[in-house]
């Protein structure tokens, strides 16, 4: 029998019950009359406390809280993908036939379609020996991605029965096993704590980079498969921009995107944009290989705590059936406003800000559930994690974004200067860094060039040193540099508006294949090359700028077609061209 408890107190979403009445951290309780999801947070001898997922509005002392005798978990089978969800796996489609535009309180429905049938492929036989992680049947779940039912964790036993392909719902018996501790019947269904990280064989170093199509990402900044970035900015600075553009074209196999703490009106156009959008890898909907957990702002505070979580589990999930999945995290400034305001409450001691001292290893927690992986079924599988971080005024001296800094090797730094300028994505070279280069380095010479590394050092050289100039530009003006100086500033806004400036709704602009982006590094340092060579010859600057070569070069992303790279070879003997002009009218 379940254990349960009298409510004594409530502040907002923090509830407590006076005395040890037996219940276990981290367990899932139901409070009050209409039995609202909560969680037990902390126990000592006089009281035990409980956050609640939902309005507690009308709660009173004297109700009754029940546990439920297990933690906070998810539901895992088919019917995740191509889902909207809050944040403890709700289906919030669903919710919304049933009860209209307002979640109701304490609203109970099945977290997952328990009534749809799904075509299933048994791949087990009588006798077999399977343990944690084993696949045992294939589930096509969208057009997509095919669904690997898995045994749990910690499970293992000796087949002893196996139904007949056919047609099942997600709760009925497929495999039958025996264990030491007798007979055990597997579904498609798992339950896992969100908390609790999905365990694996082995984690691999960083060494091959998470594709994005996105230059200055690919080129400057690359984030690993399976590794962890930042994407800080203030308001207006495209955060949510960027991470549609990775969604969509990052070279992960699905998409888990948390809304956490988000405008409502925010997240409806992320819900309707996403539902429209194509895949460009399928050319079916992008929603059937992404799954949305949308926690608005005007949501409980506790349920976007705990969606954070709630989608990494699900991530590791599909990790575990050797996907690669992309985690976009809106924003964990949100999350961490949750944390404390919910600390807050609990009367601890705070830090910095306001936020509570643990802030620093709650987000190390969440970052480090990152990585890429060998899972228990030997099969391989990542996660990765970019997380946009939300700085009141864009101060990235606050505790959310230092903290964030320790903890990711990829920091993208989104600059109000240049979204205001449209110069998009507004990343600043200057003020961004990773660390996953010299990991990446092999893969780059391997599958794309030996050259890719030493060109791209060569171009951030280049912005450097604009930044420098610009510096003395300001104090005196661009006539007084000599025209070696001249041509860097040149040649610097080459980079920036041809190569670092990125069209999202031009068809060759908005992803760039990584072949194409060396050729254009390749172009524009040759461009460099020869102005170099006739600035040593003492030709002026002002008659290089008359050739009209620079902005040709800048075009070079819109002219050239990403299956057109023979092209490159138009614009070299163009640079010939406009060299051996010059050489002329020098002589």
């Known amino acids: 029998m379940n254990i349960t408890g009298k409510i004594y ?19 899932m309780v139901y409070v009050g009359e209409n039995r609202l999801v909560g969680e037990v947070i902390a126990l000592n001898r006089e009281t035990t406390t409980v956050q609640v997922f939902e309005e507690t509005t009308g709660l009173r002392p004297g109700e009754q809280v029940e546990g ?43 977290l ?6 799904w075509k299933t492929k048994l791949l087990v036989k009588e006798g077999d020996w399977i343990s944690g992680g084993t696949i045992i049947a294939e589930v096509p779940e969208t057009s997509a991605i095919v669904h690997k039912v898995m ?35 597997l579904t498609m269904t798992q339950q896992w704590p969100i908390r609790i990280p999905r365990p694996i064989q082995k984690r691999y170093p960083a060494d091959r980079p998470l594709v994005t199509g996105q230059r200055i990402l ?54 309707e944009e996403f539902s429209q959008l194509i895949d460009p890898k399928t050319g079916s909907y992008l929603m059937e290989r992404t799954v949305l957990i949308a926690n608005t702002s005007n949501m409980p505070v506790a349920a976007r705590e705990a969606s954070i979580y709630t989608g990494l589990t699900l991530a590791e999930y599909y990790r575990d059936m050797g996907y690669h999945v992309a985690i976009m995290a809106d924003s964990t400034s949100r999350w961490a406003e ?26 190390s927690a969440f970052y480090e559930r990152a990585g890429y992986v060998e899972n228990l079924n030997g099969t391989d599988g990542s996660v990765t994690i970019i997380g946009a971080v939300s700085p009141q005024g864009g101060d990235f001296s606050e505790p959310v974004t230092q903290h964030t800094k320790r903890f990711v090797r990829c920091f993208l730094a989104l600059d109000k200067s240049l979204a205001y300028a449209r110069h998009y994505p ?29 060109c791209r050092n060569e171009l951030m050289n280049i912005l450097t040193t604009e930044s420098r100039l610009n510096e003395i530009v300001k104090l005196i003006g661009s006539d007084v ?62 008659m290089l700028r008359e050739q009209n070569i620079f902005e040709k070069i800048i075009a070079i992303k819109y002219d050239v077609a990403n299956k057109e790279l023979e092209k490159f070879e138009e614009y070299k003997q163009m640079i010939d061209e406009f060299y051996q002009n010059l050489v002329q009218i020098n002589a």
Not at 112 to 117: A, G, Y
């Open 9 to 27: 107190g409530i502040n907002g979403p923090i509830i407590t019950m006076k005395g040890n009445l037996g219940f276990k951290m981290s367990e």
């Open 338 to 363: 949750a944390l404390r305001e919910l600390s807050g409450r609990l009367e601890e001691m705070p830090a910095e800000e306001g936020f509570p001292a643990y802030l620093a290893s709650r987000l």
């Open 218 to 271: 690919d080129t400057l900044f690359p984030i690993a498969k399976g590794g962890t970035a930042a994407l800080p900015g203030g308001f207006g600075t495209g955060k949510t921009m960027t991470q549609h553009q990775l969604a969509k074209w990052c070279d992960a196999d699905i998409i888990i995107y948390i809304g956490c703490g988000e405008r409502g009106n925010e997240m409806t156009n992320v819900l």
């Open 112 to 117: 997952l379609d328990k009534q749809k049938k």
């Open 481 to 542: 540099l000599p025209d070696d100086q001249k041509l860097i500033l040149e040649i610097a806004k080459v980079i920036r508006l041809g190569f670092l400036q990125q069209n999202a709704f031009h068809a060759e602009d908005t992803f760039v294949p990584m072949k194409k982006q060396l050729k254009m590094m390749e172009t524009i340092l040759y461009l460099y090359e020869k102005c170099q060579s006739l600035i040593g010859m003492g030709m002026p600057m002002a």
């Open 426 to 454: 507004a990343i600043n070279w200057l003020t961004s860094y990773t660390e996953y280069l010299n990991d990446l380095a092999p893969w780059y010479a391997t599958n794309v060039g030996a050259d890719f590394i030493l």
């Open 68 to 110: 439920s005798g297990r933690a906070l978990c998810v539901t895992l089978a088919p019917g995740i993908l191509n889902n909207i969800f809050d944040g403890i796996e709700r289906p919030l489609q669903l919710i919304g036939e049933e009860n209209g535009a307002y979640i109701p309180r304490g609203v109970k429905l099945d």
């Open 151 to 185: 045994v749990p964790p910690k499970t293992e036993g000796t087949v002893i029965a196996v139904a007949e392909d056919g047609e099942y719902t997600i709760e009925e018996p497929l495999v039958t096993i025996r264990t030491q501790t007798g007979e055990q019947q």
